[in-house]
Structures are given as structure tokens and as C-alpha cells.
């Protein structure tokens, strides 16, 4: 979910020439770029990795800014961090929310 967060939240950019600071509190998502854990995926030909769509998806919007991460400790009081994770338990707890993507990849 918060790897989906980060690739919204950039595909709703309207501006390509930014630099980037992504604040959060996923360290798969921050340490898959810090670490080198996507780009060892990448020339690997994504085998044996969880989520290669969103990954593959994310690594396009990677190459075309300058971007930053910056890790935050969950539930101490953030408010930015704090309404994102209501955002997020709601829109999982909505019966009507439906990942269509994931749903015709893997039909029942």
C-alpha cells in the first residue's frame, strides 16, 4: 500500500523538472531505493520479487525526477504521517474500494 501511495502521489505531479522528498514510515519502500534492492531487482529481471508491477511502475517515475527519501517512525504524533495512515485504514476498510489492476492480474 505505501509504495502505491508514492507512485500517486507522484503520477499526480504536473511538473517534471522537481526534486523530490518522500517522507515515510515504510522502510521496504525507502530502503528498496536507498539499498540498492530495486536496481538489484531490476537487473535480475524482477525474479522472485513481490509486487514487480508496482515496482516496475515506480522505477519509471524514479528515473525522471531527482528524489529523496526520508524515513519517519509511525505513530509518534506526525500529523502528516498520522493522517495518512487514517486515509489508508479507511480506504481499506471501504467495501466499495477494489484494486482493479491486481484483480485482472489475478482473477479468482
Request: charged content about 35%; glycine content about 2%; overall charge neutral.
Amino acid at each position: 500500500m505505501e509504495l502505491l501511495a508514492v507512485i500517486d502521489a507522484l503520477k499526480s505531479l504536473k511538473r517534471r523538472d522537481l526534486d523530490i522528498l518522500i517522507h515515510s514510515d515504510s522502510s521496504y519502500v525507502i530502503n528498496a531505493v536507498v539499498q540498492g534492492w530495486l536496481f538489484d531487482w531490476e537487473r535480475k529481471g524482477f525474479k522472485k520479487t513481490k509486487n514487480t508491477d508496482l515496482w516496475k511502475d515506480f522505477l519509471k517515475l524514479y528515473k525522471t525526477y531527482k528524489i529523496e527519501f526520508n524515513w519517519v517512525k509511525a505513530h509518534v504524533g506526525i500529523a502528516e504521517n498520522e493522517r495518512c495512515d487514517q486515509l489508508a485504514k479507511e480506504a481499506a476498510e471501504c467495501p466499495t474500494e477494489r484494486d482493479l489492476i491486481y484483480e485482472s492480474k489475478n482473477p479468482n
